[in-house]
């Protein structure tokens, strides 16, 4: 099994400076995608492809703060093991057991894009494995493409490269983006799981008593939010080292993460304490936190993957955010 280290040291061996850097490294030979089924109908995630149906085992869900992905439509779902709980000893760093499957699908412009896989495939936080399904034509099925494509279906829509989908997963310990305390801490609907199911369905091994919020307004909370979705799988302090150099925040130097300890005050967040740098408090237009979100193109931009249009509304949320401070 290649570990996920070894993953981070092939893909940003030639990138040095920043994430942007990243766009330019060629997707890595070895992935472990080749433990990963050929097409999407057998993966679990379908008991008939052709009807739509779901298997029995898996699990609709929808992150309260979303990742922006230039305007896509997205349904993600997970399958747990059968009697297999989430280790929650650390509630910011959930630990999957072996054998946890999610999947994110992507529609774009009204057509059924891709559904990406991350699976865990072994004991270790390492031994996670992710790829993109390219959906056919007619939407029979899904093929995996590793390599990634670009304007698929003739959308505007890029599928990312299986290294592409590391880069962003390896910034956490838990490596899932999305399926976390704070991120399923709001009521779902349309039988969706959220906190409260997986602690009524016993899938937890240290179970909270309650949700978790997060401090503030509502302007804040969302602003808050929009980083922790958005910016904190590379923008944190708590990024797992790599075996080689780091392209992704290489100085640690700010953390835009929600944690489940630091939800007393907005002052307690870890942007407010870590973010000086990066906004001008009551200067949204001096603040280059904003500056970055409200560009795309060749200049450097957030989030340098995995998106060609600005976000217009939420660099207006950042935007009210700072000037409010």
Same mark, same amino acid.
């Given at each position: 099994?290649?570990?996920?280290?070894?993953?981070?040291?092939?893909?940003?061996?030639?990138?040095?400076?920043?994430?942007?850097?990243?766009?330019?490294?060629?997707?890595?030979?070895?992935?472990?995608?080749?433990?990963?089924?050929?097409?999407?109908?057998?993966?679990?995630?379908?008991?008939?492809?052709?009807?739509?149906?779901?298997?029995?085992?898996?699990?609709?869900?929808?992150?309260?703060?979303?990742?922006?992905?230039?305007?896509?439509?997205?349904?993600?779902?997970?399958?747990?093991?059968?009697?297999?709980?989430?280790?929650?000893?650390?509630?910011?760093?959930?630990?999957?057991?072996?054998?946890?499957?999610?999947?994110?699908?992507?529609?774009?412009?009204?057509?059924?894009?891709?559904?990406?896989?991350?699976?865990?495939?072994?004991?270790?936080?390492?031994?996670?494995?992710?790829?993109?399904?390219?959906?056919?034509?007619?939407? +029979? /099925?899904?093929?995996? @493409?590793?390599?990634? $494509? !670009?304007?698929?279906? %003739?959308?505007?829509?890029?599928? &990312?490269?299986?290294?592409?989908?590391?880069?962003?997963?390896?910034?956490?310990?838990?490596?899932?983006?999305?399926?976390?305390?704070?991120?399923?801490?709001?009521?779902?609907?349309?039988?969706?799981?959220?906190?409260?199911?997986?602690?009524?369905?016993?899938?937890?091994?240290?179970?909270?008593?309650?949700?978790?919020?997060?401090?503030?307004?509502?302007?804040?909370?969302?602003?808050?939010?929009?980083?922790?979705?958005?910016?904190?799988?590379?923008?944190?302090?708590?990024?797992?080292?790599?075996?080689?150099?780091?392209?992704?925040?290489?100085?640690?130097?700010?953390?835009?993460?929600?944690?489940? +300890? /630091?939800?007393?005050? @907005?002052?307690?967040? $870890? !942007?407010?304490?870590? %973010?000086?740098?990066?906004?001008? &408090?009551?200067?949204?237009?001096?603040?280059?936190?904003?500056?970055?979100?409200?560009?795309?193109?060749?200049?450097?931009?957030?989030?340098?993957?995995?998106?060609?249009?600005?976000?217009?509304?939420?660099?207006?949320?950042?935007?009210?955010?700072?000037?409010?401070?």
């Amino acid at each position: 099994m290649l570990r996920m280290n070894h993953w981070m040291t092939i893909v940003i061996a030639a990138a040095l400076s920043g994430c942007w850097d990243y766009e330019q490294c060629p997707t890595p030979a070895d992935l472990g995608t080749e433990r990963l089924p050929g097409h999407l109908s057998e993966t679990g995630l379908y008991a008939d492809i052709t009807a739509g149906t779901l298997a029995a085992d898996v699990l609709p869900y929808k992150p309260q703060f979303e990742l922006w992905s230039d305007g896509a439509e997205k349904q993600r779902w997970i399958l747990l093991p059968k009697d297999k709980r989430i280790d929650t000893k650390d509630m910011d760093a959930w630990v999957f057991p072996e054998g946890t499957k999610l999947w994110k699908e992507f529609r774009r412009d009204g057509v059924r894009v891709e559904t990406r896989l991350f699976q865990k495939v072994g004991p270790s936080d390492d031994d996670w494995v992710g790829i993109a399904y390219v959906w056919a034509a007619d939407q +029979s /099925d899904a093929t995996a @493409t590793p390599s990634g $494509a !670009a304007n698929a279906l %003739g959308t505007n829509h890029d599928v &990312p490269n299986a290294g592409q989908c590391v880069g962003c997963h390896a910034g956490r310990k838990s490596r899932i983006l999305g399926f976390s305390a704070i991120q399923l801490s709001a009521s779902a609907t349309d039988g969706a799981i959220d906190l409260e199911g997986l602690i009524a369905n016993d899938r937890l091994s240290n179970p909270p008593e309650r949700n978790f919020s997060v401090p503030g307004n509502e302007t804040e909370r969302a602003a808050l939010g929009y980083l922790h979705a958005n910016c904190s799988h590379c923008h944190n302090q708590n990024r797992p080292e790599t075996d080689g150099p780091r392209c992704f925040d290489p100085r640690k130097d700010v953390d835009f993460g929600l944690y489940v +300890s /630091d939800l007393r005050s @907005t002052a307690d967040t $870890a !942007a407010y304490r870590t %973010g000086a740098d990066y906004f001008e &408090p009551g200067d949204s237009e001096g603040s280059r936190l904003v500056e970055l979100v409200a560009r795309r193109g060749d200049d450097k931009h957030m989030p340098p993957l995995a998106t060609e249009k600005v976000d217009e509304d939420g660099v207006e949320l950042l935007r009210m955010w700072i000037d409010g401070m």
